[in-house]
């Protein structure tokens, strides 16, 4: 994860746990949640909105090339 060991990953636990306190953690884990649940949530309805924008678009058909008007334009003027 990240490259650290475990013993990195405890020392910056306990850093945060220094600076926040341990009252504050379990808030700013619960507002941490939310906000990846918001953005998760925000992500599939804007894939569901554009896939279904695409999917009401009409299928159009390739354009076909006409050979001899493509072998026309590509002569030089006499």
């Known amino acids: 994860m990240f490259g650290l060991g475990p013993w990195e990953l405890a020392l910056v636990f306990v850093a945060i746990l220094l600076l926040f306190g341990a009252k504050r953690l379990p808030e700013i884990a ?25 999917d009401d678009l ?8 006409d050979n001899h008007q493509s ?8």
């Open 30 to 54: 619960s507002g941490l949640g939310k906000g990846i649940r918001e953005f998760k949530k925000s992500v599939r309805e804007t894939t569901d909105e554009l896939k279904g924008s695409l």
């Open 58 to 65: 009409p299928k159009s058909q390739p354009p076909q090339v």
């Open 71 to 78: 072998n026309s334009v590509n002569k030089k003027p006499e």
